[in-house]
C-alpha cells in the first residue's frame, strides 16, 4: 500500500484518541470521545492499524488507535517538530502511549508520512509596523484554542486539550492555568463579564462555564441535549450571553441572571454556525461553515435571517465587525477576505495574499482596519487589511503560528492570537 493510503490512517490513529473534537470536524458522540464496552470500532480500527508500514512504533500507534470511537483525519503529514507537537496533544487528551516510547512514535511518523508542501508565506510590505510576543503554554499539549483580551491588559486562552484555562500576565509573563471541575470539558471560546469572571464554552462535554479568577471555581451551566458542541461565545450589550454550536447547527443565548437557556436553528439543515460578533443594535450574528450563507439573530424573538454570499464554494469561518456595523468574514475554502454590507445587501471579497489555499481563518477588526491570518501557508502569515485604500500587508508569524484559529482585538488597539498547533499565544503590538 502506498504512502497516500497510509497518510490519513496514520493521522486518524492519533488523532482519534482525543477527547471529543466535536466542533472541530463532524460528527461526534456526546460526552467522550473514547468509547468502551464496544468491541466492534476497536476491532475495525485494529484491522486498519495492521496495514500500517512497518517499523520500530507500528505497533505503539495501533494500540493507542484501539481506544478510538472514530477516525479523524488531516490531508497532510509533519515534519518531525510538528509530530512531537502532535503527539504531545494526543498524551494530553488520553493517549495510551508509554512515556520512554514517545521519541519512537514521533521518529515513525515522521519517517513514514513526511510534511507535504504547504504553499509559502507572501510578505507583502506595508507602512504599518508590528511586534510579536509569544509565550508557550506551560501544559504540553494544550492546543489554545481561543484567545480573550482582557480589560487589565492580560491574556486568557483556552487549553482545550488539556482541559485548562491560562491567564497570561503580558506585563511579567507570568501564566496560570485553571481547570474546569469536569474532566474533558475541552474549554474553546472566551470572553468574560463586566464583573471579569471568564466564560467559556465546554465544548466537549456540552455546557457552558464560568471562572472566578479569584478563586479558581467555575460554574456549569447545562444546555439542552440537542447542544452538544458549544462553540463561539459572546455577549451582548445587555449582558446576554450568545453561542454558537457548530455540528449540533444551533444558535442560543444564556441569561446568566437566571440560568436561563434557549436555543434554535438556523433554516438551513447542517449549516455550520460558527463564528459570532454583535451589532452596534444589539443584534448578534455569525457565519455558517458549511454553507456560503451568514445569518443574524433578532435578540427578542430568536428568528434567524440568513444570507447567501455570491460564491457557492465560500466557506465563511469566522467574522469581524467595523464601527459601521459592516461584517468582514475569512473564506476559508476560497483563501479570500469578505465584506457585507447588512444595509444594501451588497458583498465585496478580495484575494487573500497567500492564495487560493491560504484559509484565512482568525479574523478581528480594530480602529476599523481588519486583522487576520491565513492559516495554511507556511509560516502562518497575521495579514493587514485597510478598507479605505483597499491594500494589504502581511508578516510572517515568529514562531510559525500552526493555526490561529481567532484573534481578537484589546482595548488599546493591538491584537492577541492563539497558535494551536505551536502550543503558544501571542501578543501584537502595533507600533503607532
Sequence with gaps: ??????????????????????????????????????????????????KLPAGPGKDIVGAACAQCHALQQLDRGHDAGQWQLTVERMLAAGAKVPPAQVDTVVAYLAK??????????????????????????????????????????????????????????????????????????????LVAD?????????????????????????TEYKLPPSTRDPHTPIFDQKGILWFTAQNSNIVGRLDPKTGDVKVVSPPTAKS??????????????????????????????????????PNPETRPRRIAITSDDVLWYADYSRGYLGRFDPKTGKTTEYASPGGPKSQPYGITATNDIIWYSEANTKPNTLVRFDPKTEKFQTWAIPSGGGVVRNMMA?????????????????LVEILK
Design 1 to 50: 500500500m502506498s504512502k497516500r493510503v497510509f497518510w490519513p490512517l496514520a493521522v486518524a490513529i492519533l488523532f482519534c484518541v482525543v477527547l471529543p473534537i466535536r466542533g472541530q470536524g463532524q460528527g461526534g458522540a456526546q460526552g467522550g470521545g473514547v468509547v468502551r464496552g464496544d468491541d466492534a470500532p476497536v476491532a475495525r480500527v485494529a484491522g486498519e492499524a495492521e
Design 112 to 189: 513514514n508520512f513526511p510534511e507535504k508542501p504547504l504553499p509559502p508565506a507572501v510578505i507583502v510590505p506595508g507602512n504599518a509596523n508590528v511586534v510579536f510576543r509569544e509565550w508557550t503554554a506551560p501544559t504540553k499539549g494544550s492546543r489554545p484554542h481561543d484567545p480573550f483580551a482582557a480589560a487589565d491588559g492580560s491574556l486568557w486562552y483556552s487549553g482545550m486539550y488539556a482541559n485548562v484555562l491560562g491567564h497570561v500576565d503580558t506585563k511579567t509573563g507570568v501564566i496560570k492555568e485553571y481547570s474546569p471541575k469536569m474532566a474533558g470539558s475541552g474549554p474553546h471560546g
Design 194 to 218: 463586566k464583573d471579569g469572571n471568564i466564560w467559556f464554552t465546554a465544548n466537549s462535554k456540552g455546557y457552558i462555564g464560568k471562572l472566578n479568577p479569584k478563586t479558581g471555581d467555575t
Design 272 to 309: 455550520n454556525p460558527y463564528g459570532m460578533v454583535v451589532d452596534s443594535k444589539g443584534t448578534p450574528w455569525f457565519v455558517q461553515f458549511n454553507v456560503n450563507k451568514l445569518a443574524s439573530i433578532d435578540p427578542a424573538t430568536m428568528a434567524i435571517k440568513e444570507y447567501t454570499l
Design 410 to 426: 484589546t482595548k488599546d488597539g493591538n491584537l492577541v492570537l492563539a497558535e494551536s498547533g505551536v502550543n503558544k499565544v501571542a
